[in-house]
C-alpha cells in the first residue's frame, strides 16, 4: 500500500469533515434555472401550482424516510431525537404539522386539498427520485440516512429569499398561505445543526465520513432531479 493511499484513509479532522459536508451547498436545488426564475418572477401561475403539487409527493415522503433511518438505527438516544421529525411533518392531529402546512400552501396558490393528496399531478420524474430517497434511507446505514437530511444545513436562507421573492413577484398569493416556509427557516436551522452534530460524532472513519458526503450528494441529485422533471412537464411549448 503507497504512503499516498494510508493518508487517503485517515479520518478528516472535525473542520475538515465539516467544511466537506458544507461545501456540498454549491449544488443545492436553488440554483436550479427553474428555482431562478422562480426567484425573479418569471414562472406562471400554473408552473407555480405545478412545483406545488409536485413537491407534495416529497413533503408526504418524509415522515416515512424519517422511520426508515429510526428503523435502521439502533442507538435509543438518536431514536429518541429524530422521530420528533415524524411528529413535526404529520403533526398531532389532522391540521397541524408541516404536511399540512404544505397543503394549506397548495389551497393558497389554487389548488384544491384532494388534487395535491392523491397526487393526479405528479410527474413521474419526480415519483422516482423521491422513491429513490425512501429507499436510500431504507437500505443504507442509520448515519447515511442522517446525512443525507443535511441539506437543511442550506435551507433556511434559500427559504429566506422565497418567502421574499413570492411576496415580491407573486401577491396573489395570499400571505398566510406562507407559513411553511416562515416556519422553515427556523426549524430547518435546528433540524440541520442537530443532524450535522450527529454525523459528526458518529462519522468517525475516514469510510464512514465519504459515506456521509456521498449521502449528501446523493440527496442533492434527488432535489435536483425533482426540479428538472418539474422544469421539464411545465415547459412553456
Known amino acids: 500500500m503507497t504512503t499516498g493511499s494510508l493518508q487517503n484513509d485517515r479520518p478528516l479532522d472535525e473542520n475538515s469533515f465539516e467544511l466537506a459536508l458544507r461545501g456540498e451547498e454549491r449544488d443545492y436545488w436553488d440554483q436550479h434555472p427553474f428555482h431562478r426564475r422562480m426567484a425573479s418572477g418569471e414562472l406562471s401561475a400554473p408552473q ?5 403539487a409536485n413537491r407534495w409527493c416529497y413533503q408526504n415522503a418524509l415522515p416515512r424516510k424519517d422511520a426508515a433511518v ?7 438516544e438518536v431514536r429518541r ?5 415524524i411528529i413535526y411533518h404529520d403533526g398531532t392531529g389532522d391540521g397541524d404539522g408541516g404536511r399540512a402546512m404544505w397543503l ?6 389554487g389548488l384544491e386539498r384532494q388534487e395535491v393528496i392523491d397526487e393526479r399531478h405528479v410527474v413521474p420524474g419526480v415519483r422516482h427520485a423521491v422513491d429513490a430517497y425512501v429507499a436510500f434511507a431504507r437500505q443504507r446505514p442509520w448515519y447515511e440516512g442522517v446525512a443525507s437530511s443535511l441539506t437543511e444545513l442550506f ?3 434559500a427559504m429566506a429569499a422565497r418567502i421574499t421573492a413570492w411576496r415580491q413577484h407573486y401577491p396573489w ?3 398566510d398561505g406562507l407559513g411553511y416556509f416562515d416556519d422553515r427557516v427556523v426549524r430547518a436551522t435546528t433540524e440541520g445543526e442537530d443532524a450535522l452534530r450527529m454525523v459528526m460524532c ?21 432535489l435536483w432531479g425533482m426540479v428538472d422533471a418539474i422544469d421539464h412537464a411545465t415547459e412553456v411549448r
Open 48 to 52: 407555480l401550482r405545478s412545483w406545488v
Open 70 to 76: 429510526i428503523a435502521n438505527c439502533p442507538l435509543p
Open 81 to 85: 431525537r429524530w422521530v420528533t421529525r
Open 104 to 109: 394549506a400552501l397548495a389551497e393558497s396558490v
Open 155 to 157: 435551507a433556511p436562507r
Open 173 to 175: 398569493i395570499p400571505g
Open 202 to 222: 458518529h462519522c468517525r472513519s475516514r469510510e464512514q465520513q465519504d459515506a456521509a458526503v456521498a449521502a449528501v450528494r446523493f440527496k442533492l441529485s434527488v
